[in-house]
């Protein structure tokens, strides 16, 4: 239950709360989805002020500090902060409200982190709040939806299956879907004294070193050959200090190969590529469906390998780093945060620009010395592209695009937001010169929109997937207490129930 009251809060801030309330004493969960900037996180904190019963926060690591001085200034001193990487698979939460940041980081059902949220929030009453809650395709919404409704909560505004209306793409569905559940606005709903201004976007094309050996490597202990060879010219894409980084990983792992005579299974390449700071551009490229480990360990093979290696090596540390010069000759003297997919690339740039540098290794205290005016220059990975508060940047450059827009427009709100008093800031793209990645960009832009936006006139013929049932403590309590559940009850009413009714491991 909700008290009134919402401090300290703006307009648009305000009747953000009044809808949210609203949907989820109707529906009994929202997806906040305000684009960047807008100052969602004030939204939830007033919820969670108002809410009579214990309320659970669920944020990335990264965001912890932020989000204890927002709630405290709401006075929400109960509110128990829990990390993304620090949930685990567990009874239903005690909370009756859940608020999730940053929830698109539980967008893909099939993974851990997505089961241990969706069997905590079961019971409970949930608040999702994503600016990006569409990454790749209409199936990222459809699984934040699924934490929230059962398949025919929607059937009084003609949407009879959830699932059938995302399954069949009736968009005309999906707009209602998103109508009745999710709060989506633009900056035009900002009053004029928290306007701020435009976003002036540049593209700099920067061509590739001309270095050969990329496509002479054979990988002669792992199979999907093609695909790390395309990881490895992502890194250059990035930098040579990236591409190096790799390179030294995969002789050093070659090494002891040889000097223990067993061959690579996955967890060992994903070692020797890809640091776990920049885990996410590994998996972008990698898919482990088609890796296959060769068998045995051939000695002169993996000799051939390693001097292939070497002379890889010495090509790219005679590269003139043209694309790091590119950057100096663009930069001006006013705040710059400048984005990087790779850790490596990261920290290089940081000692050439002699500059602050955040990757998920180091960086709270370079992030904080941005904030405050003590360096004018900041170098990030997306460690830094979601949810803090860098509103003194008046330039922003991605100096490695991402596969995903909505990364993009992550990175381009930590200075374009409520607070910016600038006319303008400045965005740089650095686009590789004969890469498609601008195409793909393009293209899941083109989705989100349309699923966030604006519907069409087509409809599906959906009816539903599932009988109905009943949501709430209720039906959980039945699970714990070990009685039989009924035929007609082993069937979803929204994710978290789903799991604990059938027990599913993952």
Known sequence: MLISGS??????????????????????????????????????????????????LIVPASLVAQWRETLAAFGCARVQILTHDGLRRAEPARASLVIVDEAHAFRNPATLRYDALARRTAAASLLLVSATPVCNSAADLEALIALIARDDLLSDCGVPSIDLAFASSAYGQIETIVRELVIRRDRSVLPGELAFGDLERTIVRHALPEIDGIDALQFPLAGATELLRRFLWRRLESSEAALLESLRRQRRFYERVLESGRAMSKRDYRLAFGAQEDAEVFQQILFWDLFAPREGVDVAIIREEMIRLGELRS???????????????????????????????????????????????????????????????????????EGLNLQRAAVVVHYDLPWSPVKLDQRNGRAHRIGQQREKVRALYFVPESRGIMSVIARKNRVRKRILRRGDEREGTATTLRPRVTHGAAVVALIADGADVPEWLERRHCAGLERLLRGREI
């Open 315 to 385: 090509a790219v540390e005679r590269s003139p780093c043209t694309k790091r010069d590119l950057l100096a000759g663009v930069l001006t003297d006013e705040p710059t945060l400048i984005f990087t997919q790779s850790a490596a690339t990261a920290r290089d740039l940081a000692a050439y620009l002699k500059c602050g540098v955040a990757t998920s290794r180091d960086g709270r205290s370079a992030i904080d010395a941005f904030r405050r005016g003590r360096c004018d220059r900041l170098v990030a990975t997306d460690l830094a592209s």
């Open 7 to 56: 401090p300290q809060l703006s307009p648009h801030q305000r009747e953000a709360v009044s809808r949210a309330r609203e949907i989820i004493a109707n529906r009994g969960g929202v997806l906040l989805a305000d684009e960047v900037g807008l100052g969602k996180s004030f939204v939830a904190a007033a919820i969670a002020s108002e809410w009579r019963g214990e309320v659970e």
